[in-house]
């Protein structure tokens, strides 16, 4: 991503695209905003929704104004990715297109807004999600990264790193049988579920490793104990805040 | 062999890629369809295989985009994005394998109205350009161009003034009247800006149905006429005519079954009769 200067994942902190898109020739303005985006990553099985639970419970308590998303569900595109998903209509590039268009959806109408008002938005999966699945599709890695360059930069993004064994070992106690295209089954790695999923999986892995030093991704031992993890967590958030200013309160 | 703008989707066989891609861009109102209906009806006459598409015609995104746009929260990113899906979607599963079968593709519109449409609403032009650099180049972009002030009695005395198509999402005034002027000038500058970059055939839409056909056929016919497999296609009838007519009384007798035979046998004796050839076929 660090290729141009027409890069707005880098060089700006929670700047309008909009704005942006339209001043083009004041690229180095990045406008900031109060809010603050927090963001977790990882694999299926990393614990990140756990640990992103947790530091919702804890900012809440606190009386911070937090807003959770998720990925895959805007009101207005989430039917036709459904559509696609069931009747498998989906090709790398269409998966990759309609989760870029339910994320632009929620930038647009809901992470925009609510971080120019001040809030703090969390976010279970961001961008890196996107860029891991699809690359280990098969999309281009350039072509991916441009077409997510609307989304701003989150405050912090954790990446809950987990060696694959264990994420497995979570998943498969945890619930029986895996997805079509969670597994990667639409690209033919095997036909065997579990073994696809094996495969997928160590290739969107193989994905992150590689966008830690790309993005600064702050990495999370997710093999250490669910409160060990959540410590640093709110540690690293607890940074982030106590320097805020026009942050909004819950009234 | 037939090229992309940039970027190659996975499993996208370009040198597979046979058929004829002819675009027909233009604004809301400038003739796209009637001239696509009859195009099509001529190339099948002729005995091409034609396809034709045009957007949000997908499977897969042309009712969520219909959906969307009902309500008043379609965002000016998401809009761009929706617009891709479904472009992309009817890329890879209805134009891609109609040029693979070496059909003549007939689009209503194509990338330069979605970047057109995006540009105007202030998306940045490099990432448009960059969403869309997996398109494949087209063999022709015919461009149906009519001004503003030509567009506007068409548009009054069909379906009225459109939400949509009065960029009513892009210019604040309440004024439906003025907000399409304002658009669609918009829209056209841009046009004309891509019609440079991408080499656009320009036809001028303001004249009559029949007179833009006639243009539009010249058009058509001179992308055909540097079709390789026509001389191919040629090549293998006259084969099979002549197989035919070697063949045995009996043999043909046979044959004439078969009704497609029958009609090789016919034109052929047509054909024959015609060039003054004395060979006798029964």
């Known amino acids: 991503m660090n290729t141009g200067n027409n890069v707005r994942m880098g060089p700006f902190e929670l700047c309008d695209p909009v704005a942006q898109a339209m001043a083009r020739t004041q690229r180095n303005g990045g406008q900031q905003f109060p809010g603050k985006l927090f963001v977790v990553e990882g694999i299926d099985g990393s614990g990140k929704s756990t640990q992103l639970s947790l530091l919702h419970k804890w900012l809440e308590s606190k009386g911070y104004g937090v807003v959770f998303s998720t990925w895959n569900s805007s009101p207005l595109v989430k039917d036709t990715t459904k559509l696609g998903k069931k009747k498998k209509m989906l090709t790398p590039a269409t998966f990759s297109l309609i989760h870029a268009t339910d994320f632009a959806d929620r930038i647009e109408r809901s992470i925009l807004p609510l971080l120019k008002a001040g809030a703090v938005v969390l976010c279970d999966r961001y961008v890196y999600t996107a860029f891991a699945r699809d690359v280990a599709r098969g999309m281009d890695r350039q072509w991916v990264r441009e077409l997510y360059e609307f989304a701003m930069k989150p405050t912090v993004a954790f990446y809950f790193r987990v060696p694959l064994e264990t994420a497995i070992g979570r998943l498969v106690t945890a619930r029986d049988g895996f997805k079509f295209y969670e597994a990667g089954l639409d690209i033919g790695l095997s036909d065997d579920p579990t073994e696809s999923f094996r495969l997928f999986q160590g290739r969107i892995l193989q994905e992150y490793e590689k966008m830690i030093p790309e993005f600064g991704l702050t990495v999370i031992d997710a093999t250490l104990p669910v409160e060990v993890q959540q410590a640093e967590v709110r540690q690293i958030a607890k940074t982030h805040l106590d320097r805020a200013k026009d942050l909004r309160v819950r009234p | ?282």
Do not use: C
């Not at chain 2, 027909?24 to 190339?43: F, H």
């Not at chain 2, 016919?221 to 079709?227: F, K, Q, S, V």
């Open chain 2, 1 to 282: 062999m037939r090229k992309t703008y940039g970027k190659q989707l996975p499993g996208m066989q370009l040198a597979d890629l046979a058929g004829k891609l002819i675009v027909v861009e233009g604004t809301d109102g400038a003739g796209r369809t009637t001239q696509i209906n009859l195009l099509k009806t001529w190339l099948e006459e002729q005995g091409h295989a034609v396809l034709d598409t045009g957007m949000t015609r997908s499977p897969l995104a042309g009712e969520g985009i219909r959906r969307a746009k009902e309500g008043n929260n379609l965002g000016r990113v998401t809009q761009s994005l929706f617009y891709a899906t479904d472009f992309v979607d009817r890329l890879e599963n209805e134009i891609a394998p109609a040029l693979r079968a070496g059909f003549v593709v007939l689009t209503d519109r194509y990338i330069y109205s979605l970047m057109a449409r995006a540009i105007v609403r202030g998306m940045d032009e490099a990432w448009i350009r960059s969403i869309y650099s997996v398109a494949l180049v087209p063999d022709a972009v015919i461009y149906l161009r009519i001004g503003v002030d030509e567009l506007i009695p068409r548009v009054i005395f069909s379906r009225g003034f459109d939400y949509w198509e009065s960029g009513m999402d892009v210019f604040p005034g309440p004024d439906m009247y003025e907000n399409f002027r304002s658009y669609q000038t918009a829209l056209l500058a841009e046009f004309d800006k891509l019609s440079v970059e991408y080499r656009f055939e320009t036809v001028d839409a303001s004249a009559d149905v029949k007179t833009v056909f006639a243009e539009l056929q010249k058009k058509v016919m001179r992308i055909l006429e540097g079709d390789s497999r026509k001389e191919y296609v040629s090549k293998r009838y006259e084969e099979m005519v002549e197989g035919a007519l070697a063949r045995p009384p009996e043999a043909q007798a046979r044959d004439a079954s078969s009704k497609d035979l029958e009609w090789w046998l016919h034109t052929a004796a047509a054909r024959q009769a015609a060039n003054g050839d004395g060979r006798n076929v029964a």
